[in-house]
């Protein structure tokens, strides 16, 4: 629910009533991945997705009976070609959904409320659900937050919710939304509670090295995908606002120096695009043993043969050459700024989520990857 948090903070700051119906898990290939969500509030609005139309009608009928009787439900949509009239996914996936009901009397509903204004304003926050366990427990909520404290009940055990709360900050840390499964009293026996935890996190960064016209293509790019970018060179003629207007900051220092100084998390993403050895090479032997999703050079075959040399002369091992993206991007022929930067950007997507590179058009790869655990849940009336 946290992906739709802008309204649906409006929503609630507005004293509407609303229900929230939000993908658990995914097996398959759905549309969507776990946490996007639908919202429908009293007077039949809706906000959101949770299929890309697949099954947004049932979903919303639910949204509609959840706000009626206050019931928080999970239930599951697959795909089954007996009937061609049936509600379910076209694309043979299965996904389970959580259907919360946010009425003025629901106990979560400050929860909710304090974890949407925290997503709304791009803070750090995980927000824990109950989606399996018993029954006075499902929707309960709990907001985790980095420094240590939460706010909101499970409803159970007090260990339950300090186990939620350290559950949540772990997946926070990594920046994942995923489910969790602990004992009812916080142990692992026992009757276990299943957790839907989602992650508010600040964008995760890109940083462009090398203030050349690549980069305010990139820039633009980067910020479509939804990173927060910085361009960094350290000449001040070339590394102006007025040259990359899409970029969230132009910083005129020397890039080695300027990535010693700064914080990167393992969402970051790394793209140099100078190719010029004195400012590459410490540059990337600095770069290459930070724990960052990706770093990537540009440059030609040759300079990047070149480039590998005088980074082994540095001490840099062949295990860290190894995560070097070089030449950057996939093979798509690009020419000018926007191509190139499309095919660094679609690079990036592919090693965050293990895709391919290949067309899909003939190929036998999943068409969504994914690389966490599937989890199921049966569907509870």
């Known amino acids: 629910m946290l992906d739709i948090a802008d309204e649906l903070n409006r929503w609630l700051a507005e004293g509407r009533d609303t229900a929230v119906a939000t993908v658990v898990s995914v097996s398959g290939s759905a549309p969507r991945r776990p946490g996007a969500a639908l919202a429908v509030d009293g007077a039949g609005a809706a906000v959101g997705s949770v299929s890309g139309g697949c099954v947004e009608a049932a979903v919303y009928e639910l949204c509609r009976e959840a706000l009626r009787d206050g ?54 926050a995980a927000l824990a659900r109950v989606v399996e366990g018993p029954d006075t427990l499902r929707g309960r909520a709990l907001l985790a937050r980095p420094d240590g404290t939460y706010e909101g009940a499970l409803g159970g055990h007090p260990e339950l919710d300090r186990t939620a709360a350290a559950e949540a900050r772990a997946l926070l840390a990594a920046g994942r939304t995923d489910t969790v499964t602990i004992g009812a009293r916080g142990a692992r026996c026992g009757r276990p509670v299943t957790l839907l ?105 040759r300079t990047h043969e070149d480039r590998g040399r005088r980074l082994r002369e540095t001490g840099v091992t062949e295990a860290e050459l190894a995560r070097l993206h070089s030449p950057i991007g996939l093979d798509l022929g690009a020419r000018t700024p926007e191509e190139t930067a499309l095919s660094i950007a679609a690079e990036i997507v592919a090693t965050r989520h293990g895709g391919t590179g290949v067309s899909l058009t003939g190929a036998h790869t999943p068409i969504h990857h994914d690389t966490s655990r599937p989890r199921r849940f049966g569907s509870v009336a």
């Open 197 to 301: 935890v989602e992650s508010s996190a600040p964008p995760p960064r890109m940083i462009v090295f090398g203030a050349v016209d690549f980069a305010a293509a990139l820039a633009r790019a980067g910020k479509f995908l939804g990173y927060h970018v910085t361009v960094c060179d350290a000449r001040p003629v070339f590394a102006t606002r007025a040259r990359f207007p899409d970029a969230d900051e132009v910083v005129v220092d020397w890039p080695h120096r300027y990535l010693e100084s700064t914080e990167v998390d393992g969402r970051t993403v790394l793209c140099v695009l100078t190719h010029d050895a004195k400012f590459d090479v410490p540059l990337l032997k600095r770069a290459l043993r930070l724990p960052v999703a990706f770093v990537g050079a540009m440059g030609s075959r």
């Open 71 to 124: 019931r928080s439900v999970v239930e599951r949509f697959g795909y089954s070609d007996d009937d061609a009239f049936a509600v379910g996914l076209t694309c043979g996936g299965t996904i389970d959904i959580l259907v919360t009901p946010v009425r003025a009397d629901a106990p979560q509903r400050p929860v909710l409320a304090a974890a949407l204004a925290a997503a709304a304003r791009g803070e750090a």
